[in-house]
Protein backbone atom coordinates (compact mmCIF):
# COMPACT_ATOMS: atom_id res chain seq x y z
CA UNK A 1 0.00 0.00 0.00
CA UNK A 2 1.50 3.60 -0.81
CA UNK A 3 1.24 5.86 1.52
CA UNK A 4 -0.77 8.99 0.74
CA UNK A 5 0.35 12.37 1.33
CA UNK A 6 -1.87 15.55 1.44
CA UNK A 7 -0.06 19.10 0.86
CA UNK A 8 -1.57 21.71 3.61
CA UNK A 9 -1.21 25.39 4.05
CA UNK A 10 -2.10 27.08 6.82
CA UNK A 11 -3.51 30.63 5.48
CA UNK A 12 -4.57 33.57 8.11
CA UNK A 13 -7.85 32.63 8.33
CA UNK A 14 -7.97 28.78 6.21
CA UNK A 15 -6.39 25.26 6.01
CA UNK A 16 -5.76 24.87 2.82
CA UNK A 17 -5.36 21.00 1.26
CA UNK A 18 -4.57 20.09 -2.11
CA UNK A 19 -6.14 16.81 -2.64
CA UNK A 20 -3.87 14.42 -5.30
CA UNK A 21 -5.05 13.58 -8.03
CA UNK A 22 -7.19 10.44 -7.70
CA UNK A 23 -9.50 9.75 -4.29
CA UNK A 24 -10.65 6.11 -3.74
CA UNK A 25 -10.22 3.84 -0.74
CA UNK A 26 -6.21 4.22 0.17
CA UNK A 27 -6.98 7.92 -0.14
CA UNK A 28 -10.26 7.80 1.83
CA UNK A 29 -8.40 5.81 4.57
CA UNK A 30 -5.75 8.38 4.67
CA UNK A 31 -8.20 11.14 4.51
CA UNK A 32 -9.92 9.92 8.20
CA UNK A 33 -6.42 9.35 9.23
CA UNK A 34 -5.98 13.36 8.61
CA UNK A 35 -8.71 15.07 9.28
CA UNK A 36 -8.69 13.82 13.05
CA UNK A 37 -5.32 16.18 13.20
CA UNK A 38 -7.05 18.69 11.02
CA UNK A 39 -9.93 19.36 13.58
CA UNK A 40 -7.52 20.94 15.79
CA UNK A 41 -6.21 23.92 13.30
CA UNK A 42 -6.75 26.84 14.80
CA UNK A 43 -9.21 28.17 11.89
CA UNK A 44 -13.11 28.48 11.08
CA UNK A 45 -12.20 27.27 7.23
CA UNK A 46 -11.34 24.55 5.40
CA UNK A 47 -10.44 24.48 1.65
CA UNK A 48 -10.05 21.61 -0.29
CA UNK A 49 -8.46 22.53 -3.42
CA UNK A 50 -9.38 19.97 -6.36
CA UNK A 51 -7.31 21.25 -9.01
CA UNK A 52 -5.14 18.00 -9.47
CA UNK A 53 -8.42 15.57 -8.79
CA UNK A 54 -9.43 13.53 -11.79
CA UNK A 55 -10.87 10.45 -10.74
CA UNK A 56 -13.11 10.36 -7.37
CA UNK A 57 -15.05 7.42 -6.30
CA UNK A 58 -17.67 6.81 -3.49
CA UNK A 59 -15.22 5.80 -0.65
CA UNK A 60 -14.29 8.63 0.15
CA UNK A 61 -17.91 10.45 0.64
CA UNK A 62 -17.95 9.06 3.80
CA UNK A 63 -15.05 10.79 5.51
CA UNK A 64 -15.76 13.92 3.70
CA UNK A 65 -19.16 13.90 4.93
CA UNK A 66 -18.58 12.96 8.56
CA UNK A 67 -16.03 15.41 8.65
CA UNK A 68 -18.36 18.44 7.21
CA UNK A 69 -20.59 17.11 9.63
CA UNK A 70 -18.24 17.47 12.63
CA UNK A 71 -16.99 20.98 11.39
CA UNK A 72 -20.67 22.03 11.47
CA UNK A 73 -20.89 21.16 14.97
CA UNK A 74 -18.04 23.39 16.02
CA UNK A 75 -19.48 26.40 13.40
CA UNK A 76 -16.76 26.20 11.28
CA UNK A 77 -17.19 25.79 7.30
CA UNK A 78 -15.51 23.99 4.69
CA UNK A 79 -15.77 24.65 0.73
CA UNK A 80 -14.05 22.83 -2.43
CA UNK A 81 -12.21 25.15 -5.08
CA UNK A 82 -10.50 24.58 -8.66
CA UNK A 83 -13.50 21.67 -9.07
CA UNK A 84 -13.66 20.32 -12.31
CA UNK A 85 -16.68 20.03 -14.57
CA UNK A 86 -16.66 16.15 -14.59
CA UNK A 87 -15.69 15.92 -11.17
CA UNK A 88 -18.66 18.33 -10.45
CA UNK A 89 -21.17 16.59 -12.50
CA UNK A 90 -19.81 13.20 -10.71
CA UNK A 91 -20.94 14.43 -7.27
CA UNK A 92 -23.91 15.77 -8.29
CA UNK A 93 -25.06 12.38 -9.80
CA UNK A 94 -24.48 10.71 -6.34
CA UNK A 95 -25.96 13.28 -4.59
CA UNK A 96 -22.83 14.61 -2.47
CA UNK A 97 -21.94 17.94 -4.61
CA UNK A 98 -23.96 19.75 -1.23
CA UNK A 99 -21.30 17.98 1.20
CA UNK A 100 -18.09 19.97 -0.75
CA UNK A 101 -19.58 22.93 -1.34
CA UNK A 102 -17.60 24.21 -4.55
CA UNK A 103 -17.43 27.67 -4.82
CA UNK A 104 -15.46 29.32 -8.09
CA UNK A 105 -12.24 30.86 -5.97
CA UNK A 106 -11.17 31.73 -2.76
CA UNK A 107 -11.55 35.11 -1.91
CA UNK A 108 -8.48 36.74 0.21
CA UNK A 109 -9.61 39.27 2.85
Known amino acids: ?3 VEFKTELLQKAFVV ?4 ELGETEAKAL ?11 VDLFVFDFSQVETIDGSVFRAFAMFRKTLKKHEKNVVAIKMSKKIKLSLMNSGMLDVFNPIDHLKSS
Open 1 to 3: MTE
Open 32 to 42: DLEMKAWLLKP
Open 18 to 21: KLPN
